[in-house]
T-cell receptor
Framework: GEDVEQSLFLSVREGDSSVINCTYT??????LYWYKQEPGAGLQLLTY?????DMKQDQRLTVLLNKKDKHLSLRIADTQTGDSAIYFC??????????FGTGTRLTVIP | GAVVSQHPSWVICKSGTSVKIECRSL??????MFWYRQFPKQSLMLMAT?????????EQGVEKDKFLINHASLTLSTLTVTSAHPEDSSFYIC???????????FGNGTRLTVT
């Protein structure tokens, strides 16, 4: 199976940029996702990137994919207190298997 | 874009009763649907994979008689938690895909509380 790893915690000051990192092991990954989970709520899909892309930008979110290093990152510009949540990286292989990281808890300090 | 609807969003039931959770793909035909469970402060755990018209494939450690999965059509899969107990209380999430190498779309999840 696929191993997907994330650091567990990240703290940033309001207004700064946040960068959440994710590494994976299966080079045959097709789609890579970032999800946000707020306390007591379900998973919210933030964005996803196809494996033949290096970067995808969507408003304050920038996803970078380094296939050679099997490294995925999510950058949140101008981080706000409402961005405090757990962020999950998920990696899909061609057989429709989806592997999640353990999530990174982002805390935004006012 | 593609949408997956999951219903109900939350349910409270008494121990010993059964609960059915529905997962629908609203604007695409889902050849494969997945069911996940999330334990507190942990990532999602894949419970089973279901393909339309065939029996679900359960992950190791998941009781197939406890968690009944039906994928009777290309737009609907159901998960029935039979004879629910408090330890079944959890967050259940479904996802669906239109085929190999297509992205997965997730439902918003169902929070089950068994009293």
């Amino acid at each position: 199976g696929e191993d997907v790893e994330q650091s567990l915690f990240l703290s940033v000051r309001e207004g700064d940029s946040s960068v959440i990192n994710c590494t994976y092991t299966d080079s045959s990954s097709t789609y890579l996702y970032w999800y946000k989970q707020e306390p007591g709520a379900g998973l919210q899909l933030l964005t996803y990137i196809f494996s033949n892309m290096d970067m995808k930008q969507d408003q304050r979110l920038t996803v970078l994919l380094n296939k050679k290093d099997k490294h995925l990152s999510l950058r949140i510009a101008d981080t706000q207190t409402g961005d405090s949540a757990i962020y999950f990286c998920a990696v899909q292989t061609g057989a429709n298997n989806l592997f999640f990281g353990t999530g990174t808890r982002l805390t935004v300090i006012p | 874009g593609a949408v997956v609807s999951q219903h109900p969003s939350w349910v409270i039931c008494k121990s010993g009763t059964s609960v059915k959770i529905e997962c629908r793909s609203l604007d695409f035909q889902a050849t494969t649907m997945f069911w996940y469970r999330q334990f507190p402060k942990q990532s999602l755990m894949l419970m089973a994979t279901s393909n339309e018209g065939s029996k679900a494939t359960y992950e190791q450690g998941v009781e197939k008689d406890k968690f009944l999965i039906n994928h009777a059509s290309l737009t609907l899969s159901t998960l029935t938690v039979t004879s629910a107990h408090p330890e079944d209380s959890s967050f259940y999430i479904c996802s669906a895909t239109g085929g190999v190498n297509s992205p997965l779309h997730f439902g918003n999840g169902t929070r089950l509380t068994v009293t």
